[in-house]
């Protein structure tokens, strides 16, 4: 009997069908064995759980009919006995519950990751959600997620004791998506933070936590955890005091002999990943030197080596170019990548710039192994129509720098420091070069190329901007690729780095280093 994220009754691990269960009850008297000591409650004790305030006599009555539709509805499956007053599951019969328990207080008693996850693994969902008001299941339900959670707390300090920061964190943030309001939790992720050198990440759960307890609580969080923020936000200002690392900047000449700037973030062992840049601006340098950019690169460097570079007319790259079209792009995209002897590699690419990866990716297949888009539009000329008719391209033409504030802001949503960074950025790129970027994309659509793109993609949005009427583009791309995932998160802001940033940074994981990504 399975009872943990629903019930299941299964005969030689084969779930049974067809069950009507024409009284709620019966069903019911299942649950209430299969969660007690030894599977076996008195009678009465039955009745008052599931009858309560019955009398004797209708209580007798009403156990005697659920018994008999259990009987019936499962012929030469004996599951309830009864012996000296007391109602019992015959022998022979095991429960999920149990198995969890058992293997839950072992862990917790051995200390070793591995009985940790072995416990987790087990532990399928919630007890009888179905049930969940039902005042015989709270108490065993609240045990049992408690149990859980101790495991998971545990599994995250062998983790990280074991340096295995991610994994770690992984399970902390589950326990903070679980319950917002778990200040322990945060404690612990905090100081993980902290302690692998990302110290912002600890200041955003902060944060959250701090308005989750003054709106659903009207509290203020423990002493300690408002300590450990106070030494983390010390430690962010004085490293914000000093100027960022120079990167290692590097040029190659693409075919046409355009010199292209990019830059190589050593990381983990994982398939190399193409940052493409954000068209039509960028800067490697001033991207570097924003600490929410800085985090984000590095938080993907975790992985894998992460490999940014500049288009042409833009940030450090050759800037008096006068060929900007898409088939120069993919040239340029193609000089870097060669540059570095990458022999396969995945792609991160925002918005417009999709466009310049459908092409390379449908001329060099062999090339790219996985793709994931945030934003992503391959129809620029509906772009165009969209700009046209919310009169940015107008106010583009007229008052540039106007423009690019505008943009910044709507593109940054509620995080003012991001805005400010993005002006700097957009403004780098003078007005001729953004029109001219501009006129190619938005005459360009690349959508019948999709349908021949079989690398698996990933197509990341955020609930609130689909809810705008700013993409109406961004999941068209998905609906004509093979081999599409398309995954929603939380937040405000266009931009890929608005809100927190760590969401997307856990689902860009998740999908390239699945088992069937080679990762």
């Known amino acids: 009997i399975n009872l943990l994220g629903g019930f299941e009754l299964l005969v030689d691990g084969r779930a049974i069908a067809g069950v009507a269960w024409p009284r709620r009850k019966a069903k019911q008297l299942l649950k209430l064995l299969a969660l007690q000591p030894g599977h076996a409650l008195h009678r009465d004790e039955a009745i008052e759980a599931l009858w309560p305030g019955a009398d004797a006599r209708s209580g007798a009555n009403n156990l005697n009919q659920t018994l008999h539709v259990l009987r019936r509805e499962l012929p030469g499956a ?82 990280a004791d074991a340096g295995d920061a991610w ?33 912002r990440r600890a200041l955003t759960y902060f944060r959250a936590l701090e308005k989750q307890l003054r709106d659903e609580l009207d509290v203020a969080a423990s002493p300690q955890t408002i300590a450990l923020a106070k030494s983390i936000r010390a430690a962010v200002a004085l490293a914000d005091r000093a100027s960022a690392t120079p990167i290692d900047v590097r040029h190659v000449a693409s075919a046409d002999g355009t010199s292209i700037a990019y830059t190589v973030h050593p990381g983990g062992d994982g398939v190399p990943l193409l940052y493409m840049p954000q068209l039509p601006w960028g800067h490697l340098q001033l991207e570097w030197d924003s600490p929410k950019w800085r985090d984000f690169i590095l938080r993907l460097a975790r992985r894998r080596p992460v490999i940014r570079y500049n ?13 900007v079209s898409l088939d120069r792009l993919v040239e340029d995209m193609h000089a870097v990548v060669d540059a570095l002897a990458v022999p396969a590699f995945d792609v991160f690419a925002a918005d417009i710039v999709s466009q310049v990866t ?46 690019a504030e505008m943009w910044a802001r709507a593109a940054a949503g509620f995080d003012d420091e991001l805005g400010r960074i993005l002006i700097e950025w957009g403004k780098n790129t003078p007005f001729p070069m953004v029109d001219a970027y501009w006129s190619v994309v938005t005459s360009s659509d690349v959508t019948p190329m999709l349908s021949s793109i079989t690398a698996p ?63």
């Open 167 to 199: 994994r770690a964190e992984h399970h902390l943030r589950g326990l903070i998506v679980r319950d917002p309001l778990d200040e322990e939790a945060c404690f612990e992720l905090m100081e993980l933070f902290q302690a692998t050198g990302e110290p």
């Open 311 to 323: 288009l042409r007319g833009t940030g450090l790259s050759e800037r008096d170019v006068v060929d």
């Open 457 to 519: 993609a990933l197509f990341v949005n955020r609930r609130h901007v689909l809810d705008t009427e700013w993409h109406p583009l961004a999941l068209d791309m998905a609906t004509h690729m093979p081999n599409a995932t398309v995954v929603m998160l939380d937040g405000d802001g266009m931009f890929h780095l608005a809100a927190d940033t760590e969401p997307l940074a856990a689902a860009i994981d998740e999908f390239l280093c699945a088992p069937d990504a080679g990762a």
């Open 78 to 159: 004996a599951l309830v006995a009864i012996q000296d007053g007391r109602l019992l599951l015959t022998s022979g019969i095991e429960t999920d519950v149990d198995a969890f328990r058992a293997e839950a207080a072992a862990a917790l008693r051995g200390g070793d990751v591995e009985p940790c996850e072995r416990a987790l693994a087990l532990y399928a969902g919630d007890l009888l959600p179905e049930d969940q008001y039902d005042d015989w299941t709270a108490p065993i339900r609240d045990e049992l997620a408690a149990m859980r959670r101790a495991l998971v707390l545990l599994a995250a300090q062998l983790h």
């Open 358 to 403: 459908v092409m390379y990716a449908m001329r060099h297949p062999e090339r790219v192994r996985r793709l994931v888009f945030y934003g992503g539009v391959a129809n620029g000329v509906g772009y165009a129509n969209m700009a046209d008719g919310t009169g940015l391209r107008a106010l583009m033409v007229q008052d540039y720098d106007l423009y």
